[in-house]
């Protein structure tokens, strides 16, 4: 149990210094923000959420927090047709890593519900690994194109 602690005690210090970063850039998109900055946020504060459970052995709060990142939602059609037009032949490698996160988050969602604390701790280092991956690609390069220098 104490070394489950440990590990989510680093892996918060990195949810809580990297996510942010993308969730809360400052920038302007011709005065909108773009709805996928809106769903970073919330899915930023989920995984906040499972950190704490995971800490606490909370398990049903666990499984809600992974399950709105399994299931969030979608920035409009115009917005997405948008990002993936800027995007071009990357498109498909952001899908694919929203799909990984997806994936991953459901499964992490069926180990709280079992109330199993190493297929969570599992789970949810696939979840942060699909974001670290998709932010480390994509993030900067969609911040400047949509809000300018960041």
């Known amino acids: 149990m104490h070394n489950i602690k440990i590990l989510t005690t680093a892996l918060a210090a990195i949810i809580l210094g990297v996510l942010p970063v ?16 809106a769903i970073m946020r919330d899915m930023a504060s989920d995984m ?3 950190t704490d459970g995971i800490v606490l052995e909370e398990w049903q709060a666990i499984a809600e927090a992974a399950a709105r990142i ?9 917005e997405r047709q948008q ?15 929203d799909n990984e996160v997806h ?5 992490l969602s069926e180990a709280a519900m079992r109330e199993d604390g190493t297929a969570v701790i599992d ?12 932010h480390g690609q994509f993030r ?7 809000y300018g220098n960041q």
Request: proline share 3%; aromatic share 8%; with cysteine.
């Open 22 to 37: 993308w969730a809360m850039a400052a920038g302007d998109n011709n005065g909108e923000d773009l709805v996928l900055r």
């Open 48 to 50: 906040r959420k499972i």
């Open 70 to 78: 399994a299931d969030h939602r979608k920035p409009p059609l115009a």
């Open 83 to 97: 990002i993936m037009g800027f995007l071009g032949n990357e498109a498909g490698k952001f899908k694919s890593y």
């Open 103 to 107: 994936l991953a988050a459901g499964e």
């Open 123 to 134: 789970s949810f280092a696939k979840v942060q690994s699909g974001c670290l991956a998709c």
């Open 140 to 146: 900067n390069t969609i911040l400047e194109h949509f």
